[in-house]
């Protein structure tokens, strides 16, 4: 039966069979299959892997640190990272339409790679061992969601970013081909991947662009980033995790309302919570979080975040809603 170490045995072996001596690159996301994938292939073929890990700026506190430190430290992985913040933001620059931002954060993504893969490229072939490799997190419920029509309407195209275009210079490496999520998670621990890591709720390949309603610029993203961290801190706290699906944190960027702060009048911004339950978030309802979470949540954050003067809680269910306000 099941068991994560035999799991591992038998894909480390899988993957020394396809790869032999040659060089792999990967993808790091922050996410849970990128880090398990590159995890076990380092396992198999240890520095013939080379990791790519792109900071689009759109990520939340703490997530390059958690990679750049905590995933290294515990995987000994090579890493390059490319940091495409100053492109991601130019490119973005008076963008409000959500379709447009995640197509802008696909293609930019895809060129920040591209230039280092070049570099890495050539790198390996004046070595003497050509490049000839890419990981990919793929999962059981994506091959089959790939392979067969499952006819649900694309309400909105959702660039995996780290995943990347089907490139045809390399062959692929899907070490999770046959895994379910919790099983990945499983293989992780195993492995000693940070709990961050392997542990985490979802969260979209766009990131934060698609979290600020309006045109994402570098001041916006700091609030929002400052906002998130904040319930996510009170969230885990609270112990909450486990009950909550994910918790997507939205500023109104454009909306600004009257408040009052000290002697003062404020016209700032609002924070949306948007903590859903569900299984698969193909539907949702939204969390009964207790009110005194909710109130520790506001508290700090009209208190803790610049130009942010009032919370509000989201309680639509998906349907109608979407988990994601974008
Ligand atoms: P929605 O908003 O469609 O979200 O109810 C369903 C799940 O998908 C995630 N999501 C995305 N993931 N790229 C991703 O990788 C995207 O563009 C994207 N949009 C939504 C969302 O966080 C939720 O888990």
């Given at each position: 039966?099941?068991?994560?170490?035999?799991?591992?045995?038998?894909?480390?072996?899988?993957?020394?069979?396809?790869?032999?001596?040659?060089?792999?690159?990967?993808?790091?996301?922050?996410?849970?299959?990128?880090?398990?994938?590159?995890?076990?292939?380092?396992?198999?073929?240890?520095?013939?892997?080379?990791?790519?890990?792109?900071?689009?700026?759109?990520?939340?506190?703490?997530?390059?640190?958690?990679?750049?430190?905590?995933?290294?430290?515990?995987?000994?992985?090579?890493?390059?990272?490319?940091?495409?913040?100053?492109?991601?933001?130019?490119?973005?620059?008076?963008?409000?339409?959500?379709?447009?931002?995640?197509?802008?954060?696909?293609?930019?993504?895809?060129?920040?790679?591209?230039?280092?893969?070049?570099?890495?490229?050539?790198?390996?072939?004046?070595?003497?061992?050509?490049?000839?490799?890419?990981?990919?997190?793929?999962?059981?419920?994506?091959?089959?969601?790939?392979?067969?029509?499952?006819?649900?309407?694309?309400?909105?195209?959702?660039?995996?970013?780290?995943?990347?275009?089907?490139?045809?210079?390399?062959?692929?490496?899907?070490?999770?081909?046959?895994?379910?999520?919790?099983?990945?998670?499983?293989?992780?621990?195993?492995?000693?991947?940070?709990?961050?890591?392997?542990?985490?709720?979802?969260?979209?390949?766009?990131?934060?662009?698609?979290?600020?309603?309006?045109?994402?610029?570098?001041?916006?993203?700091?609030?929002?980033?400052?906002?998130?961290?904040?319930?996510?801190?009170?969230?885990?706290?609270?112990?909450?995790?486990?009950?909550?699906?994910?918790?997507?944190?939205?500023?109104?960027?454009?909306?600004?309302?009257?408040?009052?702060?000290?002697?003062?009048?404020?016209?700032?911004?609002?924070?949306?919570?948007?903590?859903?339950?569900?299984?698969?978030?193909?539907?949702?309802?939204?969390?009964?979080?207790?009110?005194?979470?909710?109130?520790?949540?506001?508290n700090r954050i009209t208190n803790e975040?610049?130009?942010?003067?009032?919370?509000?809680?989201?309680?639509?269910?998906?349907?109608?809603?979407?988990?994601?306000?974008?």
């Amino acid at each position: 039966d099941w068991n994560s170490g035999n799991v591992i045995a038998e894909q480390v072996a899988r993957i020394r069979a396809q790869v032999g001596g040659g060089r792999v690159l990967s993808a790091l996301s922050g996410g849970v299959d990128s880090a398990v994938s590159t995890a076990l292939v380092h396992e198999a073929v240890g520095d013939q892997l080379v990791a790519v890990f792109v900071d689009h700026g759109l990520l939340r506190k703490g997530e390059r640190e958690q990679v750049e430190n905590d995933y290294v430290a515990s995987t000994g992985v090579r890493l390059v990272t490319v940091d495409a913040r100053e492109r991601f933001l130019s490119a973005l620059e008076g963008v409000s339409d959500p379709e447009q931002k995640r197509k802008i954060i696909g293609r930019e993504f895809i060129r920040a790679f591209e230039q280092v893969q070049a570099d890495l490229i050539a790198e390996a072939a004046a070595e003497g061992e050509p490049m000839r490799f890419l990981v990919q997190g793929t999962l059981y419920p994506d091959v089959v969601e790939s392979g067969g029509g499952s006819g649900t309407a694309n309400i909105k195209s959702h660039h995996n970013v780290g995943g990347l275009p089907e490139d045809l210079q390399f062959e692929l490496v899907e070490p999770l081909r046959t895994l379910f999520k919790d099983e990945v998670r499983a293989i992780g621990r195993e492995l000693g991947l940070p709990e961050a890591i392997v542990g985490r709720q979802p969260f979209p390949g766009p990131g934060l662009g698609i979290r600020i309603v309006g045109e994402v610029t570098a001041d916006r993203l700091e609030i929002l980033r400052d906002a998130d961290a904040i319930a996510r801190e009170e969230l885990t706290k609270a112990g909450l995790d486990g009950e909550i699906w994910q918790c997507p944190v939205v500023l109104l960027a454009d909306v600004r309302s009257v408040g009052v702060q000290g002697d003062g009048r404020t016209y700032g911004h609002p924070i949306v919570l948007r903590p859903v339950s569900s299984e698969d978030a193909m539907t949702a309802d939204w969390t009964r979080l207790p009110y005194d979470v909710l109130s520790r949540i506001s508290n700090r954050i009209t208190n803790e975040v610049k130009d942010v003067n009032r919370v509000v809680l989201d309680v639509t269910s998906k349907p109608p809603g979407t988990i994601e306000w974008e």
